[in-house]
């Protein structure tokens, strides 16, 4: 059982590169998320989807772009990367719709680092 | 502007005694309220929830309690044990599918 697939796991990118992190999960949930872990910060959610062809700005979207085009399929793309990006991503995803109980599946994260 | 606050970045407790984590939140809509539990290099993990129509909920070692008045909810675990040791992140949903996150809580606890 896979559960929530993220990669790459580590990634050094220079400022102005662009890259896409992708994230798989096999539970056929609908909803899917992308976070960022900073220290001091907690998580904080960047962009999320609440289904197939859907997307969704969260608390910190700026310099991020997002597509889900496939249910099981959730990619966060970096167009001119920053060093404020560097950062832990996390993607999650949820089977939610109706069941309120929010509790998010989680991958292992990916290490971003800009220099 | 952080809805989820947790104030205190670390707690140390001995093995066996009693380790309350703390959370406030401001947004009074908030209506499901979480716990989860990270390891180094690995995911956050769901430890426990908690409904705002409830004011606590038990789950063998782990024990929420929410005091929606002071906005306010604790995590206890009793008793503590070395592999509890992790950080702690409170968490919040108003519409039940966008979860809001405190900035984290790590709990040393000493053998």
């Known amino acids: 059982n896979a559960g929530v697939t993220q990669t790459p796991k580590f990634r050094v990118l220079k400022t102005g590169q662009s890259m896409t992190l992708l994230c798989a999960q096999d539970m056929n949930h609908e909803y899917m998320y992308w976070y960022r872990q900073d220290p001091g910060m907690g998580l904080r959610l960047i962009h999320y989807?609440?289904?197939?062809?859907?997307?969704a700005k969260g608390e910190v979207p700026d310099g991020y772009n997002v597509s889900r085009l496939k249910k099981q399929n959730f990619l966060l793309g970096l167009e001119s990367a920053a060093p404020s990006q560097t950062s832990v991503y996390f993607c999650a995803s949820s089977y939610l719709a109706g069941n309120p109980t929010g509790e998010l599946f989680f991958g292992e994260g990916s290490r971003l680092t800009v220099l | 502007d952080q809805q989820v606050k947790q104030n205190s970045p670390s707690l140390s407790v001995q093995e066996g005694r009693i380790s309350i984590l703390n959370c406030d939140y401001t947004?009074?809509?908030?209506?499901?309220f979480l716990w989860y539990k990270k390891y180094p290099a690995e995911g956050p993990t769901f430890l426990i929830s908690i409904s705002s129509i409830k004011d606590k909920n038990e789950d063998g070692r782990f024990t929420v309690f929410l005091n929606k008045s002071a906005k306010h909810l604790s995590l206890h675990i009793v008793p503590s044990q070395p592999g509890d040791s992790a950080v702690y992140f409170c968490?919040?949903?108003?519409?039940?599918?966008?979860?809001?996150f405190g900035s984290g809580t790590r709990l040393l606890v000493r053998p």
């Open positions: 968490a919040a949903s108003e519409s039940s599918y966008k979860l809001i």
């Open positions: 947004n009074s809509m908030f209506d499901y």
């Open positions: 989807s609440v289904g197939e062809g859907t997307t």
